[in-house]
């Protein structure tokens, strides 16, 4: 195990951790709505919005049947794409030299893995315009002309966590992809 202490595997164990947390973050966002009427949160929006939460108050609604909204698809795409990149470079650390006899390969499946991270972390960006789909979708109208409702109501809306999560995945698809450029150097004794 100690030959396995590296600074390349040290890079690539960071990059899939923040993987991993784009995994796990992918089931807290929430849409905010604040206007001056009311200031309420959608619930689990990335993999379909289930629980309204009335801020006022703190008290969570579960959406009923035809209410529930459905996942953010291309923030969804973007957060299985992270995953699959992630367990990809954590194999190929443990069981790299097992499956590929040629370091060549290796270093392309690994670039692969964080090409696939940096492309999920890219779509996870999109939460927000997907979750406006789903709305649209449900209203029987376009996106732009749900916009314009918003916009009339004087409505702000707001979801922060999937930003976070694009930028964590992008920095661990760069650390697996900038693991290969680096020398194999062990750092243990």
């Known amino acids: 195990m100690k030959d396995k202490l590296t600074l390349r595997n040290l890079l690539i164990c960071i990059g899939g951790f923040f993987g991993i947390l784009v995994f796990v973050f992918s089931f807290l966002p929430a849409v905010r709505y604040t ?28 959406l009923q049947g035809a209410d529930k909204l459905g996942p953010s698809v291309l923030a969804l795409v973007g957060t299985i794409l992270v995953i ?77 966590l999937p930003i976070v999560s694009g930028i964590l995945a992008i920095l661990g698809g760069g650390a697996i992809i900038g693991s290969q450029f680096i020398p194999d150097k062990k750092l243990g004794k």
Not at 35 to 61: C, F, P, S
Not at 100 to 113: M, N, P, Q, S
Not at 118 to 147: C, D, P, W
Request: glycine share 10%; with cysteine; charged share 20%.
């Open 35 to 62: 206007n001056a009427m009311a200031d309420a949160e959608y619930l689990h929006i990335l993999w379909g919005a289930d629980a309204v939460k009335n801020m006022a108050n703190g008290k969570v609604e579960p």
């Open 84 to 160: 699959l990149g992630t367990v990809c470079a954590i194999v190929m650390i443990f069981l790299g030299e097992k499956i590929f006899k040629d370091e060549k390969i290796r270093k392309i499946v690994l670039f692969v893995a964080g090409g696939l991270i940096v492309l999920g972390g890219i779509f996870t960006f999109f939460t927000l315009e997907g979750f406006y789909s789903e709305v649209a979708k449900k209203a029987g109208i376009t996106v732009e002309q749900y916009k314009k409702q918003l916009e009339a109501a004087n409505t702000t809306v707001s979801c922060g």
